[in-house]
C-alpha cells in the first residue's frame, strides 16, 4: 500500500538525494524510498555484528580457559600435585608433536 507523506531535506541533503537520482536515473521518491530501506537493513546489519562480535568474545574466552585447563591436567595428570606447565617434558613433548603436526603422542 502506498502512502504520500510530505517530507523536508535541507539544501544539502536534497542536493545529494537529486544527484543520486540522476546518477541512477529514477525519481527522487524511488531514490529516498531505496535510501531508506538502505538505512533500515544497515541499522538491522549493525545490530547483528554487535552481537556476532560478543558471542566471538564468549568463544575467545570459552577457548583459552579450555586451552589453559588442557595445559594443566597434561602437565599433571595427578590432581593433587600441581605442577609447573611450562617446565613439564610430556607437555612440552606434546606441543612438539603438534607443531609438526604429528598428533600420536
Known amino acids: 500500500m502506498r502512502k504520500e507523506r510530505h517530507i523536508y531535506f535541507d539544501e544539502e541533503i536534497y542536493q545529494a538525494i537529486s544527484d543520486y537520482s540522476l546518477n541512477k536515473k529514477q525519481s527522487i521518491n524511488k531514490v529516498v524510498h531505496t535510501l531508506i530501506e538502505l ?6 546489519n549493525v545490530e547483528l555484528v554487535i552481537e556476532l562480535k560478543e558471542m566471538i568474545n564468549k568463544i575467545e574466552k570459552n577457548s583459552y580457559l579450555t586451552f589453559l585447563l588442557l595445559k594443566q591436567l597434561y602437565s599433571d595428570l595427578a590432581f593433587p600435585t600441581i605442577t609447573d606447565v611450562y617446565k613439564s617434558e610430556s607437555l612440552n613433548k606434546f606441543f612438539r608433536n603438534i607443531k609438526g603436526n604429528k598428533y600420536n603422542d
Not at 538505512?39 to 538491522?44: I, N, P, R, S, V
Open 39 to 44: 538505512g533500515l537493513e544497515a541499522d538491522k
